[in-house]
């Protein structure tokens, strides 16, 4: 029986509006996690889906850009990268800062101590404050520095595109043969979120072949993305029993359980995608508007959240549950929004425009 999405159109798709509802749920869960939101809901874990779902999609662009061109171009890589992530992340730390300075905490703040860290995004091994969420930006800023280089430069078309997986598959394995080393360290097991991202690069490279996009497409019909959205959301339910589990086992027992479960709960991320970019109730959902609308500003929303929450906290000092996390994620919304609107799609633009004057500048250069 032939699947209604078919390897030739996940090619063609230039958008996959129900992972930007993906986004939408896993910003909200952070925020929630952050301002005492229900603990049934995992929110902690959101990180974790950011992670996968960054690797899967910069991994495809990069290789639809190689499929059109045959190579990639680092430098466009580098500065879209650079104007989608830097002038949200400084504005929004400066602000931080600012607000610690002036009510006299900034030496006092862990902020304060870890200033320099957050400059050059080593924020992993910062120890938390009112910007702390930024750690993930630390993770993902130094992997996309050596990504595309070991992935699309060592590993070009002319070479063999089976040394790219082959490469992606020795990181993952490194990413898990790391973390024990690193479980007395500060974050605990900081490696394991290399192999999220790596997990969600290694769906790209799959999907993108006609052959492992075979082996990918009995997820993509319509319903077996139901059956997997179900599954997911009671793997995801299910992460606390597993990582006591983990805790008390005798094969890992080393590694906090809490940290051995993320990698089972990347690949558990990883086998819902397909289900989401194929047509069916779960891609529905998530590609509705208000979805897409939070999912577009979702970057603002997980950066802006604890300044969302002070300003909630000076307003209303004595909230607490439902009070304090839903005005949080209302704040956080609208901040993102207006930082969406004046800041990051304006920067992201001036990006491409750069590009795109530097490329006919080299065209009319060449003309002559």
Request: aromatic share 12%; net charge positive.
């Amino acid at each position: 029986m032939r699947t209604p999405f078919e390897h030739g159109e996940f090619l063609g798709l230039k958008r996959f509006p129900a992972l930007d509802g993906l986004r939408a749920v896993a910003a909200l869960m952070v925020v929630l996690f952050h301002s005492q939101g229900p603990d049934w809901l995992q929110g902690w874990l959101g990180v974790q889906v950011f992670f996968v779902l960054s690797g899967f999609l910069i991994t495809t662009l990069l290789l639809r850009e190689e499929s059109r061109k045959g190579r990639i171009n680092l430098r466009e890589f580098y500065r879209r990268r650079a104007f989608r992530i830097l002038p949200v992340y400084f504005l929004v730390l400066v602000l931080t800062a600012a607000g610690l300075l002036v009510a006299g905490e900034f030496l006092r703040d862990p902020l304060g101590h870890d200033f320099p860290l957050y400059l050059v995004f080593f924020n992993e091994f910062g120890h938390g404050g009112p910007y702390g969420q930024s750690w993930s930006l630390g993770i993902e800023q130094k992997f996309y520095l050596l990504w595309p280089l070991l992935a699309f430069v060592l590993c070009s078309p002319s070479l063999g595109r089976s040394r790219r997986l082959g490469v992606t598959l020795v990181l993952m394995a490194v990413a898990l043969a790391a973390a024990p080393f690193t479980v007395s360290a500060d974050p605990r097991g900081w490696p394991v979120h290399y192999f999220s991202v790596l997990v969600g690069c290694l769906l790209a490279i799959t999907m993108h072949s006609p052959r492992g996009y075979r082996l990918i497409r009995p997820l993509t019909r319509p319903w077996v993305t139901v059956v997997a959205a179900v599954l997911f959301v009671g793997a995801h339910l299910s992460v606390t029993a597993v990582s006591n589990a983990l805790d008390k086992s005798w094969l890992l027992p080393t590694i906090p359980g809490f940290v051995s479960v993320v990698p089972l709960y990347a690949v558990a991320v990883a086998l819902m995608l397909p289900a989401l970019l194929a047509p069916g109730p779960p891609q529905w959902l998530l590609s509705r508007r208000p979805m897409v609308f939070l999912g577009e500003r979702s970057y603002s929303i997980y950066l802006w959240q604890s300044i969302a929450q002070g300003v909630v906290i000076a307003i209303l000092p004595a909230s607490a549950g439902v009070g304090r996390w839903l005005p949080t994620a209302i704040v956080a919304v609208v901040l993102a929004d207006l930082c969406y609107r004046w800041l990051e799609r304006p920067m992201i633009r001036l990006g491409r425009t750069i590009g795109q004057r530097r490329q006919m500048a080299l065209d009319a250069a060449g003309g002559h």
